[in-house]
């Protein structure tokens, strides 16, 4: 077998294999989700369904399949049933560009080189940025489709808060850019070689924090719901979709967390790196699903202990906090890497 | 109500704490505040009609707000009650005055007891009745023990409108063990319908004591804790400090009571101006501050929870001996365990039961201060057991109204928090 077609081979198995475990993934954390929020709260969660009711996404799934599916009569019924694949496709190509072990070098399978990544993109970063720039498309429309006036809100709100955070975004990772003097995530994550004190969150310890607080924003998470603030617009841009529609949306933004933990890890991190040298035989792709459940737990940390912000103050902190800091933050580290 | 000016100067006499210099502002200042806080913008554009309510997540209750909005920003509101109205008044007019007092906890279903205890309060003046001091410090302890409850389950829900389910949790927690005591005091956890003419149903059952004192010695600590997560809050305090300025002269000409009033700076409360029951024998301090906001009316609250405390503890140490429920043939119901016994508490329960306590003729208003402010009741009476006309006028419904006065120009998220600040229940508002 010769080595392209070896390559096709693993690629395509790859392929298959990353997406099922993240949604095996999602699965459970949707669950923990559900389980640490009892946790916080004084209460049990779920317990009925399965051992320490672990089983409680499968019910819902089911649940959610089984449901009426109820289209508004007034939407625009074509975008209506769009909007959440709009979500969910951008939410799974991000995957394609997350190493999540060493890529490169000796054949280290059968004779063959098995590239613990699905795509070795040079631009990955950009792909990324550009993927989260096309979900927001999807809450927008989602909201607008809906012809509803909460719905319509919810999306004006998405689509303001996210365009707003992702600049943020933008200039907070091209720190770890000029660091890595590289877009591509493999490249990124070669450059983080070494213990856990040569990884990104030190030098880029500012950019990292607001990458942080902006994916919060991506992510439509507390502080920062405010696309689906339950209190005061019902459910934002969900409030007409039912079944197993909204079950998209959901699964979207669970397989966007996990994917963004992917990120987080992989920019500042050390992706699929171990924490210090001699810890190098435990594999890469576990190191990395360590550290996406440890963000992922971070996420619902803040989710169920955080107040939510109101539509100007998060707008000024975006605009008026998160933006100059990044943009100071970025000069800092161009100045600093030119100069060493 | 009386003289708004004689109450800010009994503010300072009232031993509220001395605020920092520069902490009480002056109306004027607050005034400006509030205009400035109201950014109305005239642009003359499209207004996008929601409607709010009465299935709305965070509408209290089955109240219907209906926004019209220019972006974020609120232009008008028109509040809708009535959904939940009951005819609660004119029920009373069929009904003899006994028979009055299970109708008065469906009212403000979260502070039940209190509700009862301003329409005895009421009929007693009106029968001239007297309450043995025993009574009178039971029906303050029940009282006080509801006020917590209800100021526990706002700060729960006023925190999850703004985005924070866990607090409600943790504050339902707590209000379980007040629960737990009022259930163990009356035997119902809501409706508690505990209070007679002339003194309350029962006495303090045994363990009560020991119970009380626990969870007393708890809560304090519990707000402290409240206070830690919520007060020095960055969020908390960026949505709350200067949103819903509503001040002392809007609060008289609207009729607002109670937390809202006591935030902007008015010392008014019927616990201390009209004293009833035990509380001019027990020591407090009327909870007052100046900035008239949701955050004021967040620590008005929470400073009264620490009163209430205060309170019920100096009522289970001086609780005197003696009946719970006067002995008086004309106005009170006799003990249910003398009726099978004593042949005249048998005539007594005889007559209460089929003809009802017989009134005199005339009108009385009694207004006690229940924990969402005034609370009166007016009954007329012509004479008999039954009242010819009763009207409650309860803190809800005027806070009710308040809504588009109070949120007019600021924004949807302050509408949610604003509403939340006021404490309306809408079994208190429709009646």
Redesign the interface.
Known sequence: MSDPIAQLIFLIIKAVLVPVIIVMMVAFIIFFERKFAGFFQGRWGPTYLGPWGSFQSFGDIAKLLSKEDLIPVRSDKRVFRLAPYIIFVPAFLVMAVLPFGPVGGEPNLFGYRFDYVIANFDAGLVLFLALGAISVYGVVLAGWSSNSNFSLLGGLRAGAQMISYELAMGFSVVGVMLMAGSMSLVDIVDGQAGNFWDWYFIPQVVGGLIFFVATLAELNRTPFDLAEAEQELVAGYLTEYSGMRWGIFMFAEYVNMVVISGIVSTLYFGGWRAPLEALDFIPGPIWLFIKICAFVFLYMWVRWTIFRYRYNQLMSMGWKVLLPLSIANLVVTAIVVSVT | MSDPVDHVARTAERGAPAPEAGARPTLAELKERKARSRQRVERGGEV???SMGPQ???MHGVYRAELD?DG?LIVTVRPEIGNLHRGVEKLAEARTYHQIIPLTDRLDYISGFAMNHGFCEAVEKLMEAEVPPRGRYIRTIASELCRIANHILWLGVH????????F???CF?DREYVLDLLEMLTGARLTHSFARIGGVAKDLPDGFDHRCRKVIDFLPRRVAEYERIVKH?R??Y??AKGVGIFTSEDCYAWRVTGPPLRSAGVARDLRKDEPYAAYDEVEFDVAVEYNADVYDRFLVRMKEIRESCKIIRQCLDNLPDGPFLAPDFAHAMPLKKNVLRNPSAMIQDFVHVFRGPQAPKGEVYRAIEVPKGEMGVYIRSEGGAKPARVRFTTPSFYHGQVVPAMVEGE??????AIFASIDVVLGDCDR
């Open positions: 996008m009609t929601v709305h997540p965070s909005l974020e925190i999850m409108d703004l985005g924070t389910q866990t409600f949790c943790i927690r809050n969020i908390y960026k949505r924004m949807i998220a302050d509408m949610v």
